[in-house]
Structures are given as C-alpha cells and as structure tokens.
C-alpha cells in the first residue's frame, strides 16, 4: 500500500519568497514520486519526478525536490516565488510495480497563494 | 498533436441520464486511467486498463462502466447520473516506466 500526505492545505508565500511545499510518502516498496500543479479549471501538468536516480530532482519553472529515503519525504521548493506560481500542487507516488502499485496515489493538495 | 485528449470538456446534464465521456492517447502507452476529483479537489483513481485489460477497478458504483476499444482509447460511460456525480474526471496514460500524463479533465455538472 502506498500513501501520500501533505503537510498544509493552504501555503502563503510573499513574492520573491522562499516556496516550501512539503510531502511525506509512504510505500511498501521504492517509490515513484511526483509534482503535479493544477492552474485553475485547468488539468494536471507534471513539475518533476523522481525515478530512483538522482535524489535532487529538478522540473519546470525553477521548481526543485529532494528524495529523502530517511525522512520519508519528497519536498518541493522553489528559491523565489513569482505571482504566477499560485495554484494547486499535488504530491504523489507510485511503484515500478506492475498493476494496481503502478497507480498514482495523490495527496490531499496544497493551495499556494503568493502575495504581491 | 495533444497527447491526451478528453471530450467533452464540460457536459451538462439532468439526473437519471446516461452520459460517455471519451479518452484518447497518441503517445503509445500501455496503460489508461480514470481519476476522479472532487469539490475539495481531492484526485482518487477510478480505473485502470493495461492493454485494454481491466487491472484496477476501485469502490465505484456500477452505474460507472470503462470501455476500451483498443490501447489507445478508453472511455468512461455513466448510467442514471445522481447529483453526488458532479466532480472532474481525469483520464491519464502512463508508459511502463512510470511518468503520467494527464489530460484537461471533463467538468460533469448533474442537475
């Protein structure tokens, strides 16, 4: 089984701010692990996933996250916040399994507002 | 050239009607879902299809019913719509070795 947990439904961050979205995986096996966002009334488009190579994970729109097989956890940052970056963003895990593990289990979602 | 593409975008419709929504992919993957999300916004799995072969089936009501006519297409048919069907329904592709693509979702308002 595998699951996903978002710390913060909602994250409020001042333009040119630090982003810190945090996410903490849970799974029987090694996982896959990703960033999604979704603009409003829009559909999910992938920022980054890690693949069980390289633990720092670089995506789209300066967006980072580092796989921390210790900590469970799969956090994404991004150094400088722009005003474009508010949306929703979804953690999420899958296995390289074949099946049911090979579903995308999501976490609840982060609202990111980013203030002027 | 849309890798995942999703019709209708919005659909409309009274309860107790029957209603498709339909999925196609061009980028040769081998397996097919459906998610649903809710006014939270909450995204759960709906099914799954490798190959045209059901291999996940969550607690959805019967009334819900996948149909893939060949690898490329999977469509979403709903009988007897009930107002609780109000949601976003997301149909993904995935290759083998894993990264999901989505497509922009079908808006299902029952009223």
């Known amino acids: 089984a595998q699951s996903v947990t978002q710390l913060g439904s909602h994250v409020s961050v001042s333009e040119g701010a630090l982003v810190l979205l945090r996410c903490n995986y849970s799974s029987s096996v090694p996982p896959y692990l990703f960033w999604y966002v979704q603009y409003p009334n829009q559909g999910l488009q992938l920022l980054l996933k890690?693949?069980?190579?390289?633990?720092l994970v670089k995506g789209i729109n300066g967006f980072e996250a580092e796989f921390k097989k210790s900590e469970t956890s799969f956090h994404l940052t991004k150094p400088s916040a722009h005003m474009s970056d508010a949306a929703e963003y979804f953690c999420?895990?899958?296995?390289?399994?074949?099946?049911?593990?090979?579903?995308?289990?999501f976490g609840s979602g982060t609202q990111l507002t980013v203030l002027p | 050239d849309t890798a995942v593409s999703q019709t209708p975008k919005y659909l409309v419709t009274q309860m107790g009607n029957d209603k498709s929504i339909k999925c196609e992919q061009n980028l040769g993957h081998d397996t097919m879902y459906w998610y649903k999300q809710d006014s939270k916004k909450f995204l759960k799995i709906m099914f799954s299809y490798n190959n045209k072969e059901l291999i996940i089936n969550e607690t959805v009501p019967n009334r819900f019913s996948p149909k893939s006519p060949d690898k490329a297409h999977l469509n979403l048919h709903i009988n007897s719509l009930e107002l609780g069907d109000s949601a976003v329904y997301f149909c993904a592709s995935s290759p083998s070795t894993g990264g999901y693509t989505f497509g922009s979702g079908t808006r299902l308002t029952v009223v």
């Open positions: 890690y693949t069980s190579a390289a633990t």
């Open positions: 999420a895990v899958s296995s390289p399994s074949s099946g049911s593990a090979r579903q995308l289990t």
